[in-house]
């Protein structure tokens, strides 16, 4: 005769005993199974508490691409709706410099333009008035640059060769010679350096969100909003023009060209945006709408040439 008692277990998790055919523990909830916990594991949790393919994330994308309507709803306390901002601007922009990544990299696989990078970057420094080692003048410096050239690992002879053509020069200016040595001698071609630029600018360009926001404070600063609302506006902004931006890359993709149509779809949403988040005159909000776009056109470019910087000092 079959015994009928149940086989118990113990829930490594918080101990409590309970029966094996369980599927979960009835006290912490724990899964009865034991799973190692592999990388794509670790990718789809992520995917799965990002979107869980409910009403929220259907009723995020529609709000979203009616300008201003996310926003209103979300600061009323209307938020049980929506993903939360940060968490889906988060998403958004990994999803943008993930593809960005791809798009650089199939951008530059032609030798021609890497070539041409490459003298545009030396003939600028030429033209700052700072030395490289493009000259012939000294053979010691000839035949120095000749053996970084020809070995396949050339750190140690880099360091000599900037120990005797810089002997001045500290930390700083020690990794930008660094830099400019390798890409003359074919160690650090255009696409590696476009890589670095563009992971220092995606870097970077985390900061400017919270500076929209900062931006949007002090132009409307009559509306008496605390800093979380406009903050609140700039990621769900932000989300919406890093999704535009990515439909852009994929028309690029297939041969169409018409980035400027995208970013005139962003330029209309934000202005509209403006008006009926904060409901001013249509006067006073292009105005603002103006020192705004403006200020943060400044703000882009600043963080470009910082990202374009630091991957050649650092």
Request: charged share 20%; proline share 3%.
């Amino acid at each position: 005769m079959e015994s009928t008692e149940k086989e118990e277990t113990i829930c490594p998790n918080c101990d409590f005993k309970y029966s094996s055919s369980y599927n979960y523990c009835p006290n912490c909830g724990q899964d009865n199974s034991f799973k190692r916990a592999h990388i794509h594991h670790f990718f789809m949790d992520f995917l799965a508490s990002m979107f869980n393919f409910d009403s929220k994330v259907l009723t995020t994308f529609k709000d979203l691409f009616i300008p201003g309507r996310i926003v209103v709803n979300f600061t009323s306390n209307k938020r049980a709706r929506y993903v939360f901002p940060v968490k889906f601007f988060l998403f958004v922009s990994f999803l943008y410099f993930l593809l960005l990544s791809f798009n650089v990299g199939e951008s530059n696989k032609s030798a021609d333009r890497s070539v041409i990078f490459e003298d545009s970057i030396a003939n600028e420094i030429s033209t700052a008035g700072i030395s490289t080692p493009r000259t012939g003048k000294d053979t010691t410096e000839t035949r120095m640059l000749n053996e970084i050239k020809a070995s396949p690992h050339p750190d140690n002879l880099i360091e000599k060769y900037i120990a005797y053509k810089y002997p001045d020069s500290n930390r700083f200016t020690k990794n930008f010679y660094r830099n400019i040595v390798k890409i003359n001698t074919g160690h650090l071609d255009s696409n590696e350096l476009l890589g670095k630029i563009q992971k220092n600018t995606s870097y970077s360009m985390f900061l400017l969100m919270p500076l929209f926001a900062l931006f949007l404070k002090m132009l409307f600063f009559r509306s008496k909003r605390h800093y979380s609302d406009h903050l609140v506006f700039s990621m769900y902004f932000h989300s919406l023009a890093f999704i535009l931006l990515i439909v852009s890359m994929v028309f690029e993709w297939v041969g169409l060209q018409i980035d400027f149509v995208f970013i005139l779809a962003i330029l209309t949403y934000l202005l509209i945006m403006l008006k009926r988040v904060y409901g001013q005159r249509w006067a006073k909000t292009t105005l603002k709408f103006f020192l705004l776009s403006f200020n943060y056109s400044l703000s882009i470019a600043i963080v470009l040439i910082i990202g374009a910087a630091l991957s050649i000092i650092v």
